[in-house]
T-cell receptor, first 113, second 116 residues
Framework: GAGVSQSPSNKVTEKGKDVELRCDPI?????LYWYRQSLGQGLEFLIY????????KSGLPSDRFSAERTGGSVSTLTIQRTQQEDSAVYLC???????????FGQGTRLTVV | AQTVTQSQPEMSVQEAETVTLSCTYD???????LFWYKQPPSRQMILVIR??????QNATENRFSVNFQKAAKSFSLKISDSQLGDTAMYFC?????????????FGEGTQLTVNP
């Protein structure tokens, strides 16, 4: 596609439920990143994919968070047993294999009630 | 670990005037990149300008320019002839290129408001 696409744009879920957030990167971009932006905060790194493998998962805050990428394209970030502190905007970015510039999607705003 | 600090949570400027946003960073690396991203209410992060640490010349993109002081670890953004559309959150970011992924480290952001 022309840009990084994320869905859903907004998600409201009840505490304790599982959610899946989707990212469709720019075609040809093998590097994919997930970031989290809590209210009034900067962005914190969650996980990095190169192709289908995730060499850096160091930013995932707990074992309730997981992510996968299939076909070297679409990625899904899953949050199990959501908590109120998981409420944030989740941003996805992609870049060329050794690209310097990351292109971002519009994010998914997750609200846990 | 790298850190990025933006000491101005909010700034405002009159349309057509010039404003400078501050950013400092801390790293022991010699080869790295610095970026300014803009985040309007649409939430999408948009690249404004980037600077390679090995280049002494300050980057410029139309009305946007940076003052990169490597020894002082300072990377400020100057916006000239401010426009209403420049109203947004601005993030300074650091990146060290690595084969294992070039993740960005962001500052806390500066909310810029351009007043008519």
């Amino acid at each position: 596609g022309a840009g990084v696409s994320q869905s859903p744009s907004n998600k409201v879920t009840e505490k304790g439920k599982d959610v899946e957030l989707r990212c469709d990167p720019i075609s040809g971009h093998t590097a994919l990143y997930w970031y989290r932006q809590s209210l009034g905060q900067g962005l914190e790194f969650l996980i990095y994919f190169q192709g289908n493998s995730a060499p850096d998962k160091s930013g995932l805050p707990s074992d309730r968070f997981s992510a996968e990428r299939t076909g070297g394209s679409v990625s899904t970030l899953t949050i199990q047993r959501t908590q109120q502190e998981d409420s944030a905007v989740y941003l996805c970015a992609s870049s060329l294999p050794v690209g310097v510039v990351a292109f971002f999607g519009q994010g998914t705003r997750l609200t846990v009630v | 670990a790298q850190t990025v600090t933006q000491s101005q949570p909010e700034m405002s400027v009159q349309e057509a005037e010039t404003v400078t946003l501050s950013c400092t960073y801390d790293t022991s690396e010699n080869n790295y990149y610095l970026f300014w991203y803009k985040q309007p209410p649409s939430r999408q992060m948009i690249l404004v300008i980037r600077q390679e640490a090995y280049k002494q010349q300050n980057a410029t993109e139309n009305r946007f320019s940076v003052n990169f002081q490597k020894a002082a670890k300072s990377f400020s953004l100057k916006i000239s002839d401010s426009q209403l559309g420049d109203t947004a959150m601005y993030f300074c970011a650091f990146m060290k290129p690595e084969t294992s992924g070039s993740r960005l480290t962001f500052g806390e952001g500066t909310q810029l408001t351009v007043n008519p």
